[in-house]
């Protein structure tokens, strides 16, 4: 369980590609946040979000992303260093 990690839904994260698994296009990905699940395993959470136009989405769907990300990559974002 991850205590500090808080996402509010809507939080932009830029992400590298090496950072999102599985990611079968191989590129970075700029994700606005649904819903981060706490449970760390192996340095990486599950996230649902958006990557089709920001906090407002035009897809139809919950969430138009679905992958592992690292926490390293989560916190940079929340910290402000992306």
């Known amino acids: 369980m991850i205590d500090s990690l808080h996402v509010p839904a809507g939080t932009p ?8 698994s599985p990611n079968p296009t191989n590129r970075d990905e700029l994700v606005w946040a649904v819903v981060v699940d706490p449970q760390q395993v192996g340095g990486m959470v599950w996230i649902r979000g958006h990557t089709c136009a920001g906090p407002a989405p035009v897809c139809a769907g919950g969430w138009c992303f679905e992958a592992r990300v690292s926490v390293a990559a989560i916190r940079a974002n929340i910290d402000g260093a992306r």
């Open 13 to 20: 994260l830029h992400l590298v590609a090496w950072e999102i």
